[in-house]
């Protein structure tokens, strides 16, 4: 059974820092990307940040540049988002997806289950 699971979700304050984690299980990490995605309440789900196989390309939704880095170990077969200077509006269910390279959601085929993010002005 192909899962993911993230984790380190939480409430922080604006300015504030976070790390999501996911972990991946069922077939072999290390050949798929793995993207973030988020959603809003009342909006829909959108691009965050996505990261090659190798590690080696990355891209980011411009709203997030220079604020957040997405990372992974293949070995762990985890893929991370540290989230750095955390706005109000990165408030979201944040997921974690595999699949091919790209920020559409229709690009990845396996989801986790979310993980709340809270930022507080």
């Known amino acids: 059974q192909v899962q993911l699971v993230e984790s380190g979700g939480g409430l922080v304050q604006a300015g504030g820092s976070l790390r999501l984690s996911c972990a991946g299980s069922?077939?072999?990490?290390?050949?798929?990307?793995m993207g973030w995605f988020r959603q809003a309440p009342g909006k829909e789900r959108e691009f965050v940040a996505a990261i090659r196989w190798s590690g080696l390309s990355t891209i980011y939704a411009d709203s997030v540049k220079g604020r957040f880095t997405i990372s992974r170990d293949n070995a762990k077969n985890t893929v991370y988002l540290q989230m750095n200077s955390l706005k109000p509006e990165d408030t979201a269910v944040y997921y974690c997806?595999?699949?091919?390279?790209?920020?559409?959601?229709?690009?990845?085929?396996?989801w986790g289950q979310g993980t709340q993010v809270t930022v507080s002005s």
């Open positions: 069922g077939r072999t990490f290390s050949t798929y990307a």
């Open positions: 997806a595999q699949g091919i390279f790209g920020t559409k959601p229709y690009e990845y085929d396996v």
